[in-house]
Structure formats: structure tokens, C-alpha cells
């Protein structure tokens, strides 16, 4: 299955900041996801990263707080923008399993807390 | 009513036990049902897939779906302290292929 590596693996920012969430995969993939999973709360799918067009959000979820970039097809960004202590979250980027029907591979996940 | 629902636990049991886990859903257009594993600190790796209804077993997981009564079952023999994770059960409908997930069960193997 894929390997995905995601950085920063946890950061503490200041609210009214903005950060950058990288996910880089081993291997080309069309589709890449992020999800936020919140305590207590399921993983909710953010947006679908497609490369060379524009990200697909979720109800709930705006361009204009979560802006993504997929310049390739190893590699996508998702940026918490003008961040707020609710914004507080693990964040993580997946890619469809190969072999699978719908499995899912995930990164470890970006843990942020907003202070 | 949530589409999925799932204990949130804590669930602890001795070491050698069978764990039970399961997941209760509302939309009978689910038509795959799967279980994640999540060790502290990491993200969810697929453990079981299942399409419709039925059993799989894979080693000492046995997942099982009953679509009549919308609920699915995640069955662990013989549990390892290794085992203790969160456990988060996920389904798909075959209209518009989005994922749910339940909340997760955190699971405790006690030595």
C-alpha cells in the first residue's frame, strides 16, 4: 500500500495565524482527501484534492479557511487559515488503497492545537 | 438519527478475550463496510473489508455484516495488550461512494 508521510506531525499556533500541511505519497494517486477528526467526534472529510483542478469541499468546509494546492500527483497541501481554538484538531491527508474496493490509507495525521 | 453509530467505549478486557465491536447504520444503500485500526498518535489503517452481507475472517479478526438488521461486528480471538486502539468502523453507499465513519471504540488489552 501507499506510504504517506505528513508533516508537521503536531504544531501550537497562535489564533489568527495560518498553517501549512504538507502530505507527500510514495507513489502517483489521483485522488488525495483530507479529513479532520475532532475529540470524540468521526473523521469528516474536509476536501478532495485533484490534481490539476480545483479542490472539491464538503458542506461545512470553505476554500477560503482551507485553501488546498495539488501541484502533482505525490504531493498536496492544506492550509488552516485565520485559525480560532475550534480549529483545534488532528488533521489528515488519504489516498485510495490499491487492491482494495475502498480502502483508504491514511498519514499520522497533523495534530494542531490553537491557542 | 446519525447514519453510523458506534460506541465510543472505553472497552476493557484481559488479555485472551474476545472482543466484540460493532456498528449500528440507518442507510441501507451501504453496500461496504470496513474496520480501521488507530494506534495513539497515528492514522487509521485499514484492518477488515467487507462487501455486503456475511463473514471474513483474517486470522484472529473475524468481521461480519448483518445488512437486515443494519448492523456490523468486528470479532478479535485471542486479544493482545498489541491490539489496544481505537477501533473506528466506516461504510460506503454505492449512490455517491462517500465514506462514513463511526466515532471509534477505544479498546484496552489489559496483560
Known amino acids: 500500500s501507499a506510504v504517506i508521510s505528513q508533516k508537521p506531525s503536531r504544531d501550537i499556533c497562535q489564533r489568527g495565524t495560518s498553517l501549512t500541511i504538507q502530505c507527500q505519497v510514495d507513489?502517483?494517486?489521483?485522488?488525495m482527501f483530507w479529513y479532520r477528526q475532532q475529540p470524540g467526534q468521526s473523521l469528516t472529510l474536509i476536501a478532495t484534492?485533484?490534481?490539476?483542478?480545483?479542490?472539491?469541499?464538503e458542506s461545512g468546509f470553505v476554500i477560503d479557511k482551507f485553501p488546498i494546492s495539488r501541484p502533482n500527483l505525490t504531493f498536496s497541501t492544506l492550509t488552516v487559515s485565520n485559525m480560532s481554538p475550534e480549529d483545534s484538531s488532528i488533521y489528515l491527508c488519504?489516498?485510495?488503497?490499491?487492491?482494495?474496493?475502498?480502502?483508504?490509507?491514511f498519514g499520522s495525521g497533523t495534530r494542531l492545537t490553537v491557542v | 438519527q446519525k447514519e453510523v453509530e458506534q460506541d465510543p467505549g472505553p472497552l476493557s478486557v484481559p488479555e485472551g478475550a474476545i472482543v466484540s465491536l460493532n456498528c449500528t447504520y440507518s442507510?441501507?444503500?451501504?453496500?461496504?463496510f470496513m474496520w480501521y485500526r488507530q494506534y495513539s498518535r497515528k492514522g487509521p489503517e485499514l484492518l477488515m473489508y467487507?462487501?455486503?452481507?456475511g463473514n471474513k475472517e483474517d486470522g484472529r479478526f473475524t468481521a461480519q455484516v448483518d445488512k437486515s438488521s443494519k448492523y456490523i461486528s468486528l470479532f478479535i480471538r485471542d486479544s493482545q495488550p498489541s491490539d489496544s486502539a481505537t477501533y473506528l468502523c466506516?461504510?460506503?453507499?454505492?449512490?455517491?461512494?462517500?465514506?462514513?465513519f463511526g466515532k471509534g471504540t477505544r479498546l484496552h488489552i489489559l496483560p
Open positions: 466506516a461504510m460506503i453507499n454505492n449512490r455517491d461512494d462517500k465514506i462514513i
Open positions: 467487507t462487501y455486503s452481507s
Open positions: 507513489s502517483q494517486v489521483t485522488m
Open positions: 484534492a485533484n490534481q490539476g483542478s480545483e479542490a472539491t469541499y
Open positions: 488519504s489516498v485510495e488503497e490499491q487492491g482494495t474496493a475502498y480502502g483508504y490509507t
Open positions: 442507510n441501507s444503500a451501504f453496500q461496504y
